[in-house]
């Protein structure tokens, strides 16, 4: 292979990705790396050095692919600074499943045969799979997450160093150092002193991590706080028009992390966890709840040569899909929000957290699926059917005869789900969403979802709709979300988000 071709199929070919180069293009930011061979270096795609020459230039997919390559990172644009890769998202293959594992933390709990297994491969064959497609194997992608997990310590706060290095899922002190030193060519110290010392850093509370997102513009991030201030349960969540906070369940032990938007539009996260290990698969949990690895400039421009929904853009441009905090959790809240509205699945959510979760000196936890499957008969109003498929469907959750994680396979994932009782299309599409973070899902049985449609100038039935929406593939989870902002607001009924029954979720 030629130093100057790309290692990977990706988005754009060779000439694409040198032209991103040259006009130092921060769209491609985090999508891929530039290593040059004369330099032994990698930049982030809109670095200010001088752009090199074509034949001394490699794409790679990953900065761990480049590490492992022999190059080190760029001191200048720091590359591993940059919003991570939508592809991980928008690809469901094995690998683009590894990395949302790898980022969750599986490989510093679960090691790489944990990885393997969820994946459905042996450990040698992951590791020729991913070295194949990404350039480096799980253990050099984890590495590589640990590096940029410690420099964005490093440089975001004022935490120690011996504590930035478990924080970022190293096993010792000297393990982080090394690395650092490798990837970076600096100390920790010196990559420390490297920091512009601001407002951000400065002033910190002990023991809650203060630390600035980076994403890709423009965000709707006013959109996403209306979206999780209108479901917040009390005691668990927290929105107001520029922030949300909330308490959750991490492998450690409870956590709580706020996010909020100041007056320059960054987003600011602080955090607290009981064990340091679980930072970092926090940080990567916030971003997914926010789709901040999302490259809207393209979902955008894709949906916006659509006549018919060009003004929707235009009127929401960075306009995002929340994701979830967790999978289980998640599951259990779209069974309860099935085929009544947002308001009334909140006060039914809140009277379960209130009389099933966990209080914490933290805080309150959302009801452990055990709980739940144990105790949810007594909380939970409705039809006695529904009852018992959010209570058999906790049991499952509890028992592992069902599994939901970031990870899964998106197809195999729905099908395990329809395979519940109570759980329809409806359901096991909006958990895809929302847990997977899958961009192309659209749910026809929507009622909020259609009347927006039919706002909107589209067909308002399944299936026509349906019809309609395959010209927006890849992106119909993003057209979805503008049909629901769309939605005519009703009076007497808050905006549905759930569907019109049907054979399998019709409540008998």
């Known amino acids: 292979m030629s130093t100057a071709q790309v290692v990977t199929g ?13 006009a130092r293009d921060t769209r491609f930011d985090g999508q891929f790396v530039t290593a040059v061979r004369s330099t032994g270096i990698y930049c982030r795609p809109s670095c200010p050095a ?24 760029c001191k200048r644009c720091l590359p591993e600074a940059a919003p991570g890769s939508p592809a ?46 990404l350039g480096a194997g799980p253990l050099a992608l984890a590495r590589a997450h640990r590096a940029h997990t410690a420099r964005m310590l490093l440089v975001g706060t004022d935490m120690p160093i011996s504590d930035i290095a478990f924080s970022a899922g190293f096993a010792s002190i000297r393990q982080c ?17 490297r920091r512009r010392r601001d407002s951000t850093t400065a002033g910190q509370t002990p023991g809650v991590i203060d630390l600035v997102l980076p994403y890709r513009g423009p965000l ?86 659509h006549p018919e929904i060009a003004p929707l853009v235009a009127r929401t441009p ?49 009801p452990t699926m055990a709980a739940i499957a144990e105790h949810g008969a007594e909380v939970l109003r409705g039809p006695a059917a529904r009852i018992r498929a959010i209570t058999g469907a906790a049991a499952a959750l509890a028992d592992g005869s069902l599994t939901l994680t970031v990870g ?12 519940m009782p109570g759980i ?23 009622v909020a979802l259609r009347a927006g449609a039919a706002a909107s100038g589209l067909p308002g039935d399944p299936k026509g709709l349906t019809a309609w929406a395959e010209r927006a593939a890849p992106w119909r989870s993003y057209l979805s979300a503008h049909l629901w902002r769309a939605a005519p607001i009703r009076p007497a009924r808050t905006t549905t988000t759930a569907p019109a029954p049907t054979e399998t979720e019709e409540i008998s």
């Open 177 to 193: 150092n090394d690395t650092i030193r490798e990837v970076f060519g600096l100390t920790p110290g010196e990559l420390r002193a």
């Open 318 to 366: 960075g306009i995002r899909v929340p994701g979830s905090a967790d999978p289980h959790e998640m599951l259990i809240r779209a069974m309860v929000g099935q085929q009544i509205t947002v308001v009334a699945a909140r006060t039914a959510l809140t009277a379960l957290s209130d009389a099933l979760g966990e209080r914490t000196e933290r805080g309150l936890l959302f």
């Open 50 to 73: 001088r752009t090199p020459k074509p034949e001394n230039v490699t794409f790679y997919p990953t900065s761990a692919a480049a590490h492992e390559a022999g190059f080190r990172a």
């Open 10 to 22: 990706g988005v754009t070919d060779f000439d694409e990705r040198y032209r991103a180069i040259s």
């Open 424 to 446: 329809g299309p409806w359901t096991a599409d909006y958990v895809r969403m929302r847990v997977l973070g899958d961009p192309d899902i659209l749910l026809p049985g929507d």
């Open 408 to 419: 899964d396979d998106s197809p195999a994932q729905r099908a395990a789900l329809l395979a």
């Open 220 to 305: 709707d991030a006013a959109g996403i706080f209306a979206w999780m201030a209108a479901r917040a349960v009390p005691g668990i969540e927290e929105a107001t028009e520029s922030s949300f906070a909330r308490h959750l369940r991490m492998p450690g032990g409870p956590a709580w992390f706020e996010v909020r938007q100041d007056a320059a539009e960054r987003l600011h996260l602080r955090a607290s966890v009981t064990q340091l290990g679980d930072l970092a698969p926090l940080v990567a949990t916030v971003r997914r709840i926010f789709d901040l690895d999302a490259d809207p400039l393209a979902v955008d421009e894709a949906l916006a040569a």
């Open 88 to 133: 991980w998202d928008l690809r469901g293959d094995t690998a683009a499943r590894a990395m949302r594992l790898i980022a969750s933390g599986v490989i510093e709990r679960e090691g790489v045969p944990g990885l393997a297994r969820r994946l459905g491969y042996s450990s040698r064959h992951l590791t020729r799979l991913l070295t194949a497609e």
